[in-house]
């Protein structure tokens, strides 16, 4: 099956720094990419879309000036949290949908990227 | 409000027993609905989906699912765990049309030998 990769697994910084993931799909060309974060013991609650060439569109009351995302190719999304605080620490997961499949197809997920500010 | 509610956070089933995880939906119209299976360091795996036709949906590994408009649920089940089959697993729902997920909190699946 087709393979979204997550980089890093985990990371951890300090508290105003930024912080970079990227989310790769390995094998498939993906135009749409998916990014949700995850608290414990919590859904998968869907924060960005983001397209291949152009803006991403964020949910209501995700701050699309601290959770920055790139997808300068049809193969990489990159979700940049700026300025991090304690409370960005959570589970950040991407989907990617092929591209030559229709809304409503399989999504594949990376493995997710744990985030921990101090 | 769209939303999604699984139950049962956690179940703890022996191997060789059946399996019902239970979902249930709140949607303005019926929508497609997933179940997917996350493995400890894994991404989300799609197990099976629904989107129309015969209510009954086959999946990977064994897994079926029933969707019942009339309860506004899509139960996942097996005949026979596996002691593979411990996971998280997720029910989700999407409009028709798109790719916007709404994941349920999950079910946390333990098998005993």
């Known amino acids: 099956g087709a393979v979204v990769s997550q980089h890093p697994s985990r990371v951890i910084c300090k508290s105003g720094t930024s912080v970079k993931i990227e989310c790769r799909s390995l094998d498939f060309q993906a135009t749409t990419m998916f990014w949700y974060r995850q608290f414990p013991k919590q859904s998968l609650m869907l924060m960005a879309t983001?397209?291949?060439?152009?803006?991403?569109?964020?949910e209501q009351g995700v701050e699309k000036d601290k959770f920055l995302i790139n997808h300068a190719s049809l193969t990489l999304s990159t979700l940049t949290v700026t300025s991090a605080h304690p409370e960005d620490s959570s589970f950040y997961i991407c989907s990617a949908r092929e591209r030559t499949r229709r809304s409503g197809g399989e999504l594949f997920f990376g493995e997710g990227s744990r985030l921990t500010v101090l | 409000a769209q939303s999604v509610t699984q139950p049962d956070i956690h179940i703890t089933v022996s191997e060789g027993a059946s399996l019902e995880l239970r979902c249930n939906y709140s949607?303005?119209?019926?929508?497609?609905l997933f179940w997917y299976v996350q493995s400890p360091g894994q991404g989300l795996q799609l197990l099976l989906k629904y989107f129309s036709g015969d209510t009954l949906v086959q999946g990977i590994k064994g897994f079926e699912a029933e969707f019942k408009r009339s309860q506004s649920s899509f139960n996942l089940r097996k005949p026979s765990v596996h002691w593979s089959d411990a996971a998280e697993y997720f029910c989700?729902?999407?409009?028709?049309?798109?790719?916007?997920?709404?994941f349920g909190t999950g079910t946390r699946l333990q098998v005993f030998p």
């Open positions: 983001s397209n291949e060439g152009s803006k991403a569109t964020y």
């Open positions: 949607y303005g119209a019926t929508p497609y």
């Open positions: 989700a729902v999407a409009a028709r049309g798109t790719d916007k997920l709404i």
